[in-house]
């Protein structure tokens, strides 16, 4: 477990864990570059009820069930004594669009802000918050970027494109961190309760949900773990997936069927929405596990295991079927298979 602790989860290279030994190949890249381009996105703020909004692409609503890849949303509530917010972005011109936004609500200060990840897209604006906010991450999410700041923004220009601000982010520590398994609850007032939660990898060791449980309904940030509905499916290039599994299950039974879901990457959905992403997982390991079972090599199951049922026009499927959901899915089961 602790090489686990101290190993990116985004680096230049993927990484693969094999009985705890560490062996890296050089990343595939994706057909096109920058996925998505951070100076050209154009923020847009939904309110969802009173003191409740969620900040996204003004693309999202055209684009996401095209399957065209879209930028970080990000989310806030206000209390009644400061405003808490999910996520800070890649970059300080999409950091600056999502702050004009709070301020064309609210003028209170920033008491909380929650990174769902270490990837870049979700925390490179930390450093532009001001000094008395209180920045909350998961425990193996500080730690990580603490070591690997600077290889996590080369691996976010090499994905994402030089010149699109992330070479200006500097690390700047959270304040609060939560431990696996553990959750923390934030009192904004007015019946507004904020459940931080840690359930471990549901994409990578560093993600944290965030639940806002609220008279006016129920509001759930997903984050990277469920990056968007239908044709969307998961990345899982941060090398795990029978834990992801589970933990994704366990957060959609966790959730009601009337609740808001906000994906990391994709239009605001509910439980129904991002069932596809139960769907696809589930999927992949039964498929999985047959091909293990008839002795299959990874290359033999990429041939088998194209599930074409869940390729409806998500841009990425290939690039993440094919070079990481189906190897990660192989090497957890071939292991768990030999225990």
């Not at 920058?34 to 684009?63: C, F, G, M, Q, R």
């Not at 009192?187 to 459940?195: K, L």
């Not at 471990?200 to 609220?214: E, H, I, M, N």
């Not at 997982?281 to 990429?302: C, D, H, I, M, S």
Request: charged share 20%.
């Amino acid at each position: 477990m602790k090489s686990k602790k101290i190993i990116s989860g985004l680096t230049i290279i993927i990484l693969l864990v094999l009985s705890n030994t560490i062996a890296y190949a050089q990343f595939p890249m994706p057909d096109h570059v920058p996925i998505w381009d951070a100076n050209k996105v154009t923020l847009k703020l939904h309110k969802i009820s009173e003191n409740i909004y969620v900040v996204s692409p003004s693309t999202v609503e055209t684009e996401t069930t095209k399957g065209i890849a879209q930028a970080t949303s990000a989310g806030f509530i206000v209390g009644e004594k400061g405003v808490l917010v999910i996520e800070t972005l890649l970059s300080k011109r999409l950091y600056d669009q999502f702050f004009k936004l709070i301020r064309s609500v609210t003028n209170k200060p920033i008491v909380y802000a929650i990174n769902t990840s270490d990837h870049g897209d979700h925390c490179f604006g930390n450093y532009l918050l001001p000094k008395e906010t209180i920045i909350i991450q998961n425990e193996f999410c500080k730690e990580n970027l603490s070591k690997n700041y600077e290889n996590i923004k080369q691996f976010m220009i090499m994905l994402f494109g030089k010149e699109r601000g992330i070479e200006e982010s500097v690390y700047r520590p959270a304040d609060i961190t939560i431990a696996i398994n553990q959750n923390m609850k934030i009192d904004m007032g007015r019946g507004n309760i904020v459940e931080v939660i840690n359930v471990g990898t549901a994409q990578s060791p560093a993600d944290l949900f965030v639940y806002l449980k609220s008279p006016a309904g129920n509001v759930l940030w997903a984050g990277n773990p469920f990056i968007a509905e239908s044709p969307t499916i998961p990345w899982l290039f941060d090398g795990y997936f029978l834990e992801p599994v589970n933990n994704l299950n366990k957060i959609y039974n966790m959730i009601g069927d009337n609740d808001i879901v906000v994906p990391g990457h994709g239009r605001i959905t509910n439980k129904a929405g991002i069932k596809y992403t139960i769907d696809y997982v589930e999927a992949l390991k039964a498929n999985v596990e047959n091909a293990v079972k008839k002795g299959l090599t990874l290359e033999e199951t990429k041939t088998e295991v194209k599930m074409k049922e869940f390729d409806k026009g998500y841009e990425l499927f290939n690039w993440l079927h094919f070079n990481f959901n189906i190897p990660n899915a192989y090497k957890d089961i071939k292991q768990n298979s030999s225990k």
